[in-house]
């Protein structure tokens, strides 16, 4: 028989014992395509990392490739060379879509996509390193990478690059209104105050030249930077 919770993505989010939501599991999404818009929509991850006993989230910069999510830090980092050591990681993108306004205090909620991924990192190394690198520029600086001085032999080998497999992964999404309690709606003072969805979104402002670019035309690729 085969397993329900492979796709031809790879193994469906959430499909695991560990990444099975269980808390409002109707806000679990088990696609893979949804998992990687949310990737792909997203800037920062967060990736956890225990030294000494005492756990550390680190926000980084990131880029999706196929199956893997990529991120690099400095060789020096004390955390990234325990993640290069093959440390178990948990790393997580979160889309901020709005603020959710219920009766109550306790059913203010907000509307998000969140992508939580766990395993042990690889080390990338010398072509898969260099390309690695231009796709975490290319998805930050789409159109960049062709524009500026890639990474010399120095700065690569100051640079630790980790891939993170995607196989086992959770997406979870809420979208829509406040969930109320009934009790809220019918009450005399609470049913008479607002209630409902404040959209949330990120998104690029005018570019802003530095002391050096006096007179050169801002790239024309920046125009074509979206958020969503
Ligand atoms: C922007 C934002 C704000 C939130 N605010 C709160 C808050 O204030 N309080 C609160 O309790 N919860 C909040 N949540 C939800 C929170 O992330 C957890 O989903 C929730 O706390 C349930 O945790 P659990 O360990 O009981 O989940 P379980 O369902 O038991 O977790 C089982 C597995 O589900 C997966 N999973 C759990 N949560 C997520 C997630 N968010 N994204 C992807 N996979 C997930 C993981 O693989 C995990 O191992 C927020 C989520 C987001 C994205």
């Not at 959430?14 to 997203?42: H, Q």
């Not at 898969?128 to 001085?149: N, V």
């Not at 999404?173 to 709606?185: A, F, I, S």
Request: hydrophobic share 35%.
């Amino acid at each position: 028989m085969s397993d329900p919770g492979l796709t031809p993505d790879g193994p469906q989010p959430g499909s695991t014992k560990r990444t099975k939501i269980r808390r409002i599991p109707d806000r679990a999404v088990t696609s893979p395509t949804v998992r990687d818009e949310v990737l792909d929509a997203g800037l920062v991850a967060h990736v956890a990392v225990i030294d000494a006993g005492q756990p550390f989230v680190v926000p980084v910069a990131y880029a999706r490739s196929g199956k893997e999510v990529l991120f690099h830090g400095s060789s020096a980092s004390r955390l990234f060379k325990t993640l290069a050591d093959g440390q178990p990681t948990c790393l997580s993108v979160t889309l901020l879509d709005g603020l959710v306004l219920a009766r109550s205090a306790f059913e203010s909620s907000m509307n998000y996509r969140s992508v939580m991924v766990i395993g042990s990192p690889r080390l990338l190394e010398g072509d898969e390193k260099a390309e690695a690198l231009r796709r975490i520029s290319d998805h930050l600086l789409p159109g960049r990478w062709s524009d500026i001085r890639p990474p010399s032999d120095q700065e690569s080998k100051a640079t630790i690059v980790l891939a993170l497999s995607l196989d086992e992964c959770s997406v979870k999404v809420r979208t829509g209104n406040p969930e109320d309690v009934p009790e809220d709606l019918v009450d005399p003072n609470f049913a008479q105050v607002w209630g409902g969805t404040v959209p949330l979104t990120e998104s690029f402002g005018t570019a802003v030249p530095d002391e050096f670019s006096g007179g050169i035309q801002a790239p024309s690729y920046i125009e074509t930077w979206t958020r969503s």
